[in-house]
């Protein structure tokens, strides 16, 4: 599957506004955001997570072109996405740092959105940032900060919010070379440093920067040394109190170390057994502007099982729910096709995976069902195009369905992301047979309606995987879609491979008259 880096999962929206005026509301109105593009059943799933209603939160919509709004001038279209599915529950409180939780959140960590969000310019509020299902968290964290400026009624600094993203990118880039934890930890530690000290001169920061690399064990690029000191030098440059910082960037570092030493805590202030006792817990309470952390008042039974898990108050969650996800040097896979899982932006699970984010031969070209060794350098190309057409036509990505159907091409119909997958695994397992097969096995039918015996073929597995003559299995991946959606979906595929061939149904119909003629 085509290469897509882990920042379009890691690249939240911290520089967003909500649009308009933003009322002022009370200090402890909390907000909830809601991804445009869930079902009502799903939306109504998160609520049940979330353990709260429209009686108790305001409801924002979230949608795709609020991200491509605030974040098109930052990070490719692509990488954006077309589909906003994650949601956010936030509290701003009065003190306590803040303090982040997620669910189903494949790239972000809860400590990753507390630190970014200190530099947009944050200091106290509960975040709880979750998906019903598996994504990249994009539109978790768009939401995350239109909804704290909608609930606390402040307009955050755009600077700060810019550099926010922009820290963001710098630790996804570093995570894929040395894990999420230590990327974190390098940005926040030098952040503690460099701003509590007041050093905006490059050199001294990049003496810092390299001293934090050293102290952890990790071994750092020139042009990733020099990337992280440009983002801290200007974050330096900017107006912070330290005092109020501190409070987070300190629990973010406890959270770290207790993680790396496997003693997990609930609370950056727990006792060193790391139990939290009653009165811990009273404690922790007391941070919360009305008495009650939302990142611990969630419902998990509510997104069913095997959810991964983050928590900036709590480093057991991540290990426990996102250990499957992120061992192994080569990323999270499918397991039976050996392929980097999908999210909701197209990335692949795993901020650690190898730069080529490809299956190695050893692991599996013999079993890969999408291996095109034995294929032409023609049919390669046409494979490369019909890979590009599915991550488009079925996932989302409008850049690569714009690259092979034109520039005003765009997906009609939406499917979640794990459908949009898998149907892309299943056409292309299609297409690289027909292609292997060159057409030289399919027998004429007085239905054809194309010239080509290659496209016939394509088009009789076409019709039987959209369920054009016959409604789709129980176990079928499209069971769930409506007949409109399954005849868009066709109609849409067999125009790629008409165009591919340079050929149309009509076109073929009409020579065949002409030819009896």
Not at 189 to 200: E, M, R, T, V, Y
Not at 244 to 272: C, S, W, Y
Not at 480 to 494: F, G, H, I, K, V
Request: net charge negative; hydrophobic share 35%.
């Amino acid at each position: 599957m085509k290469k897509r880096s882990v920042i379009a999962a890691l690249l939240c929206s911290l520089c967003l506004t909500a649009g308009g005026a933003v009322p002022a509301m009370a200090d402890s109105a909390r907000v909830v955001t809601l991804g445009a593009d869930l079902t009502q059943d799903q939306k109504d799933t998160m609520m049940r997570y979330f353990k709260t209603d429209a009686s108790q939160v305001q409801i924002l919509t979230i949608t795709n072109q609020d991200e491509r709004e605030h974040l098109g001038d930052y990070i490719p279209l692509e990488q954006i996405g077309t589909r906003t599915l994650s949601c956010a529950y936030v509290k701003p409180t009065q003190s306590g740092g803040i303090k982040v939780r997620t669910a189903n959140l494949n790239y972000v960590t809860g400590n990753m959105i507390a630190n970014a969000l200190s530099t947009a310019g944050v200091t106290n509020c509960e975040a709880v940032a979750a998906c019903p299902y598996e994504v990249s968290g994009t539109g978790a964290l768009t939401g995350v900060i239109m909804a704290y400026e909608s609930a606390s009624g402040q307009k955050l600094d755009s600077t700060k919010k810019d550099l926010a993203t922009k820290e963001v990118v710098v630790t996804g880039d570093l995570a894929q070379q040395v894990g999420n934890d230590n990327a974190t930890n390098i940005i926040n530690q030098a952040k503690l440093q460099i701003i509590g000290d007041n050093i905006q001169n490059a050199d001294e920061i990049y003496n810092i920067v390299n001293n934090i690399a050293v102290q952890n064990n990790v071994t750092l690029s020139q042009e990733e040394m020099e990337t992280i000191v440009a983002l801290l030098q200007e974050i330096a440059q900017q107006s912070y109190d330290i005092e109020q910082m501190k409070e987070t960037l300190e629990n973010i570092q406890q959270n770290l170390d207790k993680e790396a030493a496997d003693d997990p805590v609930f609370d950056g202030t727990a006792q060193d057994d790391g139990v939290v006792d009653a009165e811990d817990d009273n404690l922790v309470d007391e941070d919360s502007t009305d008495g009650e952390d939302i990142t611990q008042n969630v419902d998990p039974d509510a997104l069913g099982e095997d959810i991964k898990e983050s928590s900036t108050e709590d480093p057991s969650l991540q290990e426990e729910t996102m250990g499957e996800a992120v061992e192994g040097e080569d990323g999270a896979v499918d397991e039976e096709t050996g392929i980097p899982e999908a999210t909701e932006d197209g990335t692949v699970l795993d901020g650690t995976a190898q730069d080529d984010m490809s299956v190695t031969p050893e692991e599996n070209t013999a079993e890969d069902p999408l291996n095109t060794d034995s294929l032409s350098e023609e049919a390669k190309a046409s494979f490369e195009q019909a890979k590009s057409f599915c991550k488009g036509e079925y996932e989302g990505d409008t850049a690569s369905l714009q690259s092979v159907m034109g520039e005003d091409a765009m997906a009609s119909v939406t499917i979640t992301p794990e459908v949009g997958a898998d149907l892309t695994q299943k056409v292309l397992e299609s297409y690289i047979k027909v292609l292997k097969d060159g057409g030289m096995s399919y027998v004429p039918a007085d239905t054809d309606i194309y010239l080509s015996a290659e496209l016939n073929m394509v088009n009789a597995e076409m019709r039987l995987i959209f369920s054009m003559e016959l409604d789709p299995a129980e176990d079928d991946i499209l069971v769930n879609e409506t007949p409109e959606t399954r005849q868009a979906l066709y109609s849409d595929t067999m125009k790629f491979f008409e165009n591919l061939y340079g050929e149309s149904s009509v076109s073929a119909e009409t020579t065949q008259e002409e030819v009896m003629e």
